[in-house]
């Protein structure tokens, strides 16, 4: 199993306060996603990195925001967390240092409730 | 934009049978990855099988196996033998192979193994 782990797992919380979920891989991979998933949606990609402090918007990325300060962790804010922003969030990592083979490792998924 | 259509939300085949889901996809890319994954009730998300654009021989592996249709842009995945550890989520996907990291996803189709 890819070493790659999201916390937390479970958590629930209030409209309009702020959470960040954290991705962290040993594999030094170098491409690392935040995706979330939504029934009837599958997965949507909110935001990836290609690399440290670099990263780029997904489909679904307004109320989102990530940063990357180091290769292993990649941490994902919901400034102002709402309601709509309750799913399932997976982090997802591919690619050693220098090749992409295509192929993505996801973590268990954070399960985030928005009351 | 690249985009995935899997136009079967649920199905369902007994034990033993052979069940094909069906994947089709858009784009104007020649070379790129398709990917078949499946999330059992775990949530976790696992490689099933994968196949590179530019081979025209279709990947199989074990019980799954595709029959990739590049002019068609159809990539559909057959289980033989289902066995009732195939109960899962299907999700196909679809990567560029250069230039963008970004993996699209369906929308899923929803695979229940009778015994």
């Known amino acids: 199993d890819a070493g790659i782990t999201q916390s937390p797992r479970h958590k629930v919380t209030e409209t309009g306060t702020p959470v960040t979920l954290r991705c962290h891989q040993t594999?030094?991979?170098?491409?690392m996603y935040w995706y979330r998933q939504d029934p009837g949606h599958g997965l949507r990609l909110i935001h990836y990195?290609?690399?440290?402090?670099?990263?780029d918007k997904g489909e679904v990325s307004d109320g989102y925001s990530v940063s990357r300060s180091k290769t292993e962790d990649f941490l994902l804010t919901l400034e102002s967390a709402t309601s709509s922003q309750t799913s399932v969030y997976f982090c997802?990592?591919?690619?050693?240092?220098?090749?992409?083979?295509?192929?993505?490792?996801f973590g268990e998924g954070s399960r985030l409730t928005v009351l | 934009a690249q985009t995935v259509t899997q136009s079967q939300p649920e199905m369902s085949v007994q034990e033993a049978e052979t069940v094909t889901l069906s994947c089709t996809y858009d784009t104007s890319e020649s070379n790129y990855y398709l990917f078949w994954y499946k999330q059992p009730p775990s949530r976790q998300m696992i490689l099933v099988i994968r196949q590179e654009a530019y081979k025209q021989q279709n990947a199989t592996e074990n019980r799954f196996s595709v029959n990739f249709q590049k002019a068609a842009k159809s990539f559909s995945l057959k289980i033989s033998d289902s066995q009732l550890g195939d109960t899962a989520m299907y999700f196909c996907a679809f990567m560029k192979h250069a230039g963008s990291e970004k993996l699209v996803f369906g929308k899923g189709t929803k695979l229940t193994v009778n015994p």
């Open positions: 990195s290609y690399g440290v402090k670099d990263t």
């Open positions: 997802a990592i591919s690619g050693r240092a220098s090749a992409n083979t295509g192929e993505l490792f």
């Open positions: 594999e030094n991979h170098r491409y």
